[in-house]
């Protein structure tokens, strides 16, 4: 009996040298990804994916001068998921990572990407970059809280950019750039909300108007608005003369968000379903969509449309806009362009066209109209597609 136990002690201490060995020679891991992408949690096998650094994910096909985007108009530029993005006059644009505030580049016409900061900061929420690309705002949670903080890509001796950047004073929100470049924000204050404007080039902070409310939001350059959910009556408000005139009073819910030459405002009519308005100029058309209005742009062709991204039967039947903000509900988008007089309405692609179900989190367009970015709020990839389907450079 002893000699048995003898025997089996030897193979099972021979069997563990063994393992031991092996593990030590051929199972090490090469990386720390290595061993991160072996813990597929939810059960089953995880997709390896494979974003190659300095190439775009797809390949972008040119013919006879024109960009082609393959089987149909949408064209995925990244896995990483992205907190904002903005064009670099029309062939380049520029992207955030979610989460690290990490700064890419791509080139459309080479079709590559470069890392251009890598300047790490946690938790980058959002980000918002100044039409030329050079700044960016980015709202970062800390301890529950959102601060912003102003940042621009400076490059230094050796040719190297390196973000240069600050946090707005404490209680800052609703960040976002002028024309000329300089940063406009709000700040809540025992006595309502300051608008202030930011000078990055002269780093000067300049009081522009107090307000005696609290609990608002931007629709910049020239709107403010009420916190919007369903529980509360929302109200816009015009500050560009230097005060606080009232624009519309909206039912629970309001939402808004600019245009080149107005504001657009989603509210219940009649206290029970939705409808989406263009204000310009003190007059307010009705949309042939109802839209979220973050889910708008302008197309730069014309002021007198603007390109939405739409759902309307989803729209209708959630909490308005509580279930969309909070994740509780998805909608699967498609693309308009809609006249901001209320005249009609382009579908601008077929079903066909459509390869997944898009959730549009935000749009923004070059200068010429003719292309767009936006986040698919599902993963929070970024999308690229063009009008027309070809685009000449």
């Not at 092996?22 to 949690?41: A, E, H």
């Not at 946090?167 to 909300?193: C, I, K, M, N, R």
């Not at 409808?275 to 062709?301: N, R, W």
């Not at 909490?319 to 699967?332: C, I, L, M, V």
Request: proline residues 4%.
């Amino acid at each position: 009996m002893k000699k048995i136990l003898i025997i089996s002690s030897v193979v099972v201490v021979t069997l563990l040298l063994l393992i031991f060995v092996y593990i030590l020679f051929f199972g090490t891991p090469k990386s720390v990804q290595d061993v991160f992408t072996n813990f597929n949690i939810g059960g089953g096998a995880g997709p390896v994916i494979t974003d190659t650094p300095g190439t775009v994910i797809d390949t972008l096909t040119e013919t006879e001068g024109f960009l082609s985007f393959g089987d149909g108009p949408f064209f995925k530029l990244t896995t990483r998921p992205v907190a904002g993005m903005g064009f670099v006059g029309t062939t380049t644009l520029r992207y955030a990572e979610l989460g690290t505030g990490h700064i890419y580049e791509i080139d459309l016409e080479e079709q590559s990407e470069s890392l251009i900061s890598s300047r790490t900061f946690q938790k980058v929420r959002s980000a918002t970059f100044s039409t030329e690309g050079s700044s960016v705002i980015f709202e970062i949670e800390k301890e529950n809280v959102m601060e912003s903080l102003v940042g621009s890509l400076v490059k230094s001796d050796t040719g190297e950019n390196t973000l240069n950047a600050i946090f707005l004073p404490e209680g800052s929100h609703d960040a976002g750039f002028t024309e000329e470049g300089t940063v406009l924000y709000l700040q809540t204050v025992s006595t309502g909300t300051e608008v202030h404007e930011y000078d990055q080039a002269e780093a000067v902070d300049t009081l522009v108007l107090s307000l005696p409310h609290q609990r608002l939001r931007a629709a910049w350059p020239s709107h403010v608005y009420t916190t919007p959910t369903a529980q509360l009556s929302g109200y816009v408000y015009d500050i560009s003369a230097g005060s606080i005139d009232y624009v519309r009073e909206g039912g629970m819910g309001l939402t808004a968000y600019p245009f080149d030459s107005g504001v657009i405002v989603t509210t219940p009519e009649d206290t029970v379903d939705l409808a989406s308005y263009a204000i310009q100029e003190g007059v307010s058309y009705v949309l042939p969509k109802t839209v979220v209005p973050e889910k708008c742009t302008d197309t730069h062709q014309a002021t007198t449309t603007i390109l939405c991204a739409v759902d309307t039967d989803t729209l209708h039947e959630i909490t308005y806009p509580d279930d969309w903000y909070k994740g509780k509900e998805s909608f699967t988008d498609t693309f308009w362009t809609l006249p901001i007089d209320g005249q009609g309405g382009l579908d601008l692609f077929p079903a066909s066209d459509y390869i997944r179900d898009f959730d549009v989190l935000n749009i923004v367009g070059d200068a010429t109209g003719n292309l767009y970015l936006f986040i698919d709020k599902n993963d929070n990839s970024l999308w690229l597609f063009g009008l027309p389907l070809r685009v000449t450079f």
